[in-house]
C-alpha cells in the first residue's frame, strides 16, 4: 500500500483533509498544537488503495519540539511515496518556510493550497501554475474544509509517488551555497541518504546532525571559522533562516495579486481580538463566557427571569395533585420545561431525557422485574445493584453533551487559543506559559489526551508540573459528581443556584492549579518559562460536521463505560455490600454489617478532617466507598450513591421515616446520602473539591507514570495528589463550618509562603558562595 | 435456585470477569485504558508509542 504523508505548518487545516481523505473523525481543533502525534487513515478513491498519515503541525524540520522530531523522522526515515505538502493559502510567505526544507528531501512532493475559499472571498488571487513553475514542484488549489480540489490532489499526489524527486535548495544561491554543496558531495560519498537535507541542517549546527555526522562537522568547522556575516555574525542557523525568507519574498511571494485596499483596514478577527483579547477585560471576560456556559447548563432560572419577574409555580397555578404529581400529561411536558421559571436548556435536555425516557424506561424494567417470580436478593441485585447503577450515571449525559457542545463551539470558533493568549501573561507569573494551557484545557474533556499534550511542552519541569495539576481541570467524569452533589445541595438545603456552585467548583479547580504551580515552581520544579510563541488562528463559525463528531463520540464512549465498567463496579460493590465476613447474605437493613462497610469503617477516621469520616455516624461509610470507586472511574462516585442510596431508602423506611426518594436519578442518590448520614452543605463542597483533585481514574495515573517516566518524579505526583485534595477538602470544610479556622488557614499558608522565601534565599546565597 | 437466578449469576460473574480480562488485555496490547475514544483523540497513537517506548527500554 502507498504511503502519503500529510506535513504543514501548525492549524493549516492537516487533520480537516486527513479527516475528509479518510472519512476519519479525528478531533479537530481551531488551534495550533491539537495532534501531537501521526495518526494513520486509508484513502480509497486512488487506483489503489493509499494510507494516510497526519504529522503534527511544525514550523520547521529543526528539532526544537517534540512534533518536529516526529514530522522529520518520519518523513526521513519512514519514506513515503509521496509528502503532501499542507500550505495555509491565506498567509503563504510564512508557510513556504517549511515547504522550502521539506523540498530539499528525497521525496516526490505535492503542495496543498488549502483556504483557496477564505483567499477568494478576501478579493486575493494566487497564480499557482506560476508558483509550481517557480517551486519545480506540483501546486493543488484547494479547500480541505469544503472539501474541494481533494479527488486532483490525491491524482496528482498518486502519480507524483510513481516516480523519483531529488532535493532541491533555494540556498544555492546564497552565500552559503558553496559550503552547502560541498557538504553534499562530502556526504553522498559516505552514502549518505537525501545528502542535501542533511548537509543544509549540518551547516546550520542542528544538535542531530552534528552528533550524527561527526566526522564532516570538523570541515564545515575550518570554513565556519573564516565566514562572518556582517548582520548574523556566525549565527548560521540564522543566516540560513533569513536567505529561506529571503528567497521567498523575491521569487514565491510575487505569485501572489492582494486586492488593492485603500488604506490598512483590520479584518473582523482583529476586531473581535481589540475586546476578546484586551489586557484588563480579556480575563472577565473569558469568566463571564465561562459562567454563561454553567448557566445555559445547569440553572434551573434562566437569565434569573423567575426570581426578577416572580414568576408563579406549577402549584401555584393548580397543574399539581395534591401528591405533587403533574395533573396530566401534558403537564408533564411542562414540567420538564417550567416550574417557577424557565429552565436553561441544559436543565430542560436533562429533564425530558431523565423523566420522560430513562426514568420512565428504568422505572418500566424494574416493575417487570418486581413483579417476576425471582427471589428478594435477585430482584434486589436487578434493580439496586444494576439498574440504580447504570440509570444514575446515564442521567448525567445531557448536561455531559450540553457543556461539552459549548466547549466544542469556544475551541472550533478559535476562542480557545485566544485563553492561551490572555492567560499567558498570568500564568508566567506562576512559573506557566500559556501554552501549558493547552493540555490543561483538554483536561476539561479527558485528562488522559491531555497529559499526552504535555509533549508540547518542551521544559521537562514545566511538564511534570502541567500534568500535575491537569486532574484539577475537572473532566467529564467527576461532572456527574459535580452536578449531583450540587443538585442535592440545592434541592435539599435550598442553597444557592446549581449553575453557580457547578460554576465555583470548576474556578476552585483552575485556581488550585495556579497555586500548586506557584509552589512547585518556586521550590521543586524550580526553572525557566520558556518563551510562548503563538499563531492566533482568525475567528469562523463552528463547523456543524465538527459539533457533531466531538458530540458522537463523547455519547458512545460515555455509554459504552456505563455498560461495562461502571456495570461491573456497580455489581461487586451490591455482592460486597449484601455479604458479610462470614459469607452470610445480608438484606438492605443490615449493609452495616457487610464486607465494605467493614472496611470502609477501618479507613473513615482518616476522611474526618474533611467533613465525610467519622462525625457522620453509622451510614458515613458510603463516602468513602464512592470516593474509593472513584478511582476505578469517576462516574462510580456516582453510580455507588446510587447502588448504596437503594438500600438506605429501605433502611431509612424503618429508622429514619417519611423518604420518598427516587435514587435512580442521581441527585436524589445523593439526597439520601443527606438524610441518612447528615452530612453539612461545607462537607459535601469537601466532598466534591477532594474528588476533584485527589488521584485520577486509573487510566490517567497510568498516563501520568508513561508520561513522566521517572518514578520518583511519579511518586512524587501520587503523593502531591493525595496531599493537594486533603489539604484543599480540609480547607473548605474547616471554613465552610468554623469562619474564624480561616484565620489559622492564612497564617498556615503565610509560614509556607515565608519558608519558601527563606530557602529560595538560602538557596541563593548557598550559589553565590559557590561561584 | 431458579434458573434466572443461576444466570443472573452467570452473568454478573461474566461481566466483572470480562471487563477485567478487557483491560488487561488492552493493557498487555499497550491501548489505552483511558475510555475517551481514540478517534477523537489527538494522542491516540501516542499511547501506543508510550507503550512501545516502555517495552523497548
Keep these: ?771 | 435456585m431458579k434458573i434466572w437466578e443461576i444466570l443472573l449469576i452467570v452473568f454478573c460473574v461474566a461481566v466483572v470477569a470480562g471487563v477485567i480480562a478487557a483491560k488487561v488485555i488492552a493493557k498487555k496490547k499497550g491501548k489505552p485504558s483511558c475510555d475517551c475514544g481514540c478517534g477523537g483523540c489527538s494522542g491516540c497513537s501516542a499511547c501506543q508509542k508510550a507503550k512501545e517506548d516502555q517495552n523497548r527500554k
Excluded at chain 1, 451490591?574 to 445480608?586: E, I, P, R, V
Aim: charged share 20%.
Design chain 1, 1 to 771: 500500500m502507498k504511503r502519503f504523508a500529510l506535513a504543514g505548518n501548525p492549524n493549516c487545516g492537516k487533520t480537516t483533509l486527513f479527516n475528509s481523505l479518510t472519512g476519519s473523525t479525528a478531533h479537530v481543533g481551531n488551534w495550533p498544537g491539537v495532534t501531537v502525534d501521526k495518526k494513520t487513515g486509508t484513502y480509497k478513491k486512488c487506483p489503489e488503495p493509499v494510507q494516510i498519515i497526519d504529522l503534527p503541525g511544525i514550523y520547521s524540520l529543526s528539532p526544537y519540539t517534540p512534533e518536529e522530531v516526529i514530522a522529520r523522522n518520519y518523513v526521513l526515515d519512514e519514506k513515503p511515496d509521496c509528502v503532501i505538502n499542507i500550505v495555509d493559502a491565506t498567509n503563504l510567505e510564512r508557510n513556504l518556510y517549511l515547504t522550502t526544507q521539506l523540498m530539499e528531501i528525497d521525496v516526490p512532493m505535492v503542495i496543498a493550497l488549502n483556504m483557496m475559499d477564505a483567499v477568494e472571498k478576501s478579493g486575493d488571487k494566487i497564480d499557482e501554475k506560476e508558483l509550481e513553475k517557480r517551486l519545480g514542484v506540483p501546486v493543488v488549489k484547494i479547500s480541505a474544509l469544503k472539501e474541494k480540489g481533494l479527488k486532483e490532489l490525491m491524482d496528482k499526489a498518486y502519480a507524483e509517488s510513481k516516480s523519483e524527486r531529488k532535493g532541491i535548495t533555494v540556498l544555492e544561491e546564497s552565500a552559503l551555497g558553496h559550503l552547502i554543496g560541498d557538504v553534499k558531495i562530502a556526504l553522498k560519498g559516505q552514502n549518505v541518504q537525501n545528502p542535501l537535507f542533511h548537509a543544509v541542517k549540518l551547516v546550520e549546527s542542528d544538535s542531530i546532525e552534528t552528533e550524527m555526522h561527526k566526522e564532516t562537522v570538523q570541515m564545515i568547522n575550518e570554513f565556519k571559522e573564516t565566514f562572518e556575516d556582517e548582520v548574523f555574525g556566525n549565527d548560521f542557523e540564522a543566516l540560513v533562516a533569513d536567505a529561506r525568507y529571503k528567497y521567498i519574498s523575491k521569487n514565491f511571494a510575487p505569485t501572489v495579486q492582494k486586492k488593492k485596499k485603500e488604506k490598512f483596514s483590520m479584518t473582523r478577527s482583529d476586531k473581535a481580538d481589540k475586546v476578546m483579547t484586551h489586557k484588563i477585560w480579556g480575563i472577565p471576560i473569558f469568566l463571564l463566557i465561562l459562567f454563561a456556559i454553567f448557566h445555559l447548563t445547569f440553572s434551573e432560572d434562566f437569565l434569573y427571569l423567575g426570581a426578577i419577574f416572580k414568576l408563579p409555580s406549577l402549584e401555584d397555578l393548580g397543574l399539581l395533585t395534591a401528591e405533587g404529581e403533574p395533573i396530566n400529561y401534558g403537564v408533564r411536558w411542562l414540567a420538564c420545561i417550567y416550574d417557577g421559571a424557565v429552565f436553561s436548556p441544559g436543565v430542560i435536555i436533562n429533564n425530558i431525557w431523565n423523566d420522560m425516557l430513562v426514568g420512565e424506561l428504568f422505572g418500566w424494567l424494574g416493575g417487570l422485574v418486581e413483579g417476576s417470580s425471582m427471589s428478594p436478593w435477585a430482584i434486589g441485585l436487578i434493580n439496586n445493584g444494576i439498574f440504580e447503577g447504570i440509570a444514575a450515571v446515564l442521567s448525567f449525559l445531557p448536561p455531559i453533551l450540553v457543556l461539552f457542545l459549548f466547549f466544542s463551539i469556544l475551541e472550533d470558533s478559535g476562542y480557545m487559543a485566544r485563553i492561551a493568549f490572555i492567560l499567558d501573561r498570568m500564568f508566567r507569573r506562576f512559573g506557566l506559559s500559556g501554552r501549558a494551557f493547552m493540555p490543561m484545557i483538554m483536561g476539561f474533556g479527558c485528562s488522559v489526551p491531555a497529559m499526552i499534550n504535555t509533549r508540547t511542552l518542551a521544559d521537562e519541569k514545566e511538564r511534570t508540573a502541567t500534568v500535575r495539576v491537569i486532574p484539577f481541570f475537572s473532566c467529564g467524569a467527576k461532572l456527574p459528581i459535580l452536578t449531583a452533589v450540587a443538585g442535592a445541595i440545592v434541592a435539599y438545603f435550598h442553597v444557592g443556584n446549581a449553575d453557580a456552585i457547578t460554576f465555583l467548583m470548576y474556578l476552585l479547580g483552575i485556581v488550585a492549579a495556579i497555586v500548586s504551580v506557584l509552589l512547585m515552581r518556586s521550590t521543586t520544579l524550580k526553572g525557566e518559562t520558556p518563551p510562548f510563541i503563538m499563531e492566533l488562528p482568525a475567528y469562523h463559525a463552528p463547523q456543524f460536521k465538527n459539533l457533531m463528531a466531538h458530540l458522537w463520540d463523547k455519547t458512545k464512549h460515555f455509554v459504552k463505560k456505563a455498560f461495562t465498567i461502571i456495570l461491573a463496579s456497580t455489581i461487586v460493590i451490591w455482592f460486597l455490600t449484601h455479604f458479610s465476613f462470614a459469607w452470610k447474605f445480608l438484606e438492605d437493613e443490615e449493609i452495616n454489617q457487610s464486607i465494605l462497610a467493614g472496611i470502609s469503617q477501618l479507613v473513615q477516621p482518616l476522611f474526618t478532617p474533611l467533613g465525610f469520616g467519622s462525625q457522620l455516624g453509622q451510614y458515613g461509610w458510603v463516602f468513602v466507598v464512592a470516593a474509593v470507586a472513584g478511582l476505578i472511574a469517576k462516574e462510580n462516585v456516582i453510580a455507588t450513591f446510587a447502588t448504596l442510596a437503594a438500600c438506605l431508602v429501605a433502611v431509612a423506611n424503618l429508622n429514619i421515616g417519611g423518604l420518598d426518594i427516587a435514587a435512580e436519578e442521581g441527585i436524589d442518590a445523593v439526597q439520601a446520602m443527606i438524610l441518612a448520614t447528615g452530612i453539612t452543605v461545607p462537607a459535601l463542597i469537601s466532598f466534591i473539591a477532594f474528588n476533584m483533585t485527589t488521584i485520577p481514574c486509573f487510566a490517567a495515573v497510568g498516563t501520568a507514570k508513561a508520561e513522566l517516566q521517572d518514578k520518583k518524579r511519579f511518586n512524587g505526583t501520587l503523593i502531591f495528589w493525595i496531599s493537594a485534595s486533603y489539604v484543599i477538602s480540609a480547607a473548605i470544610y474547616t471554613i465552610g463550618s468554623w469562619w474564624w479556622t480561616a484565620f489559622i488557614w492564612a497564617a498556615l499558608i503565610a509560614a509556607v509562603v515565608c519558608l519558601i522565601i527563606w530557602h529560595n534565599k538560602n538557596a541563593q546565597k548557598k550559589a553565590l558562595k559557590k561561584v
